[in-house]
């Protein structure tokens, strides 16, 4: 049964000064105002989310590490991280939840160093460059995934 699904979506460095980065590829929404974007994709999915937003990796990585135990399922934004930290890649395998990559960017359009995931590997699916409503497919995707797994 759908509804009791809980989602964390983790942000990673620079993500909370959305609404000062360039609009162009990141819009104009500030961090709060995804994030009540999202709670309200995932209201109309029947999803529970909660929020963590970090620009130190040692908490990302520990917060990865504590979340079998929090959630089901997970979707992350990992910022500048997503290109080149290992130690996330190996937290996001220990917690071994499904997980979805966001990027409100195009990542893979943009300077041959982003283009790179470090995490990609480990995820059910990558979203890029659909901004705020990629997190909407992001939420569907692992609701599909978690109602598959309990199948
Ligand atoms: C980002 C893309 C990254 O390359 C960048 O470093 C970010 C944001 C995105 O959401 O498009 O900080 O993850």
New binding site residues.
């Given amino acids: 049964m759908a509804g009791t699904y809980r989602i964390e979506v983790m942000h990673?460095?620079?993500?909370n000064m959305l609404g000062r980065?360039d609009p162009e590829?990141?819009g104009t929404l500030t961090l709060m105002q995804l994030e009540q974007r999202i709670s309200e994709f995932a209201r109309e999915l029947d999803l529970e989310v909660r929020f963590l937003q970090t620009n130190a990796e040692s908490e990302f990585v520990e917060h990865l590490h504590g979340l079998p135990d929090l959630a089901d399922g997970l979707i992350l934004?990992?910022?500048?991280?997503?290109?080149y930290s290992w130690a996330i890649r190996d937290a996001l395998e220990i917690a071994a939840l499904p997980a979805v990559e966001?990027?409100?960017?195009?990542?893979k359009a943009?300077?041959q160093?982003?283009r790179v995931s470090v995490i990609e590997e480990l995820c059910v699916a990558s979203v890029?460059?659909k901004g705020p409503d990629g997190y909407r497919e992001a939420l569907g995707m692992l609701r599909a995934e978690l109602e598959k797994a309990r199948a």
Avoid: F, Q
């Fill in positions: 990673g460095v620079n993500l980065r590829h990141y934004n990992p910022g500048a991280w997503t290109h966001v990027h409100l960017s195009d990542v943009r300077e160093w982003r890029c460059g």
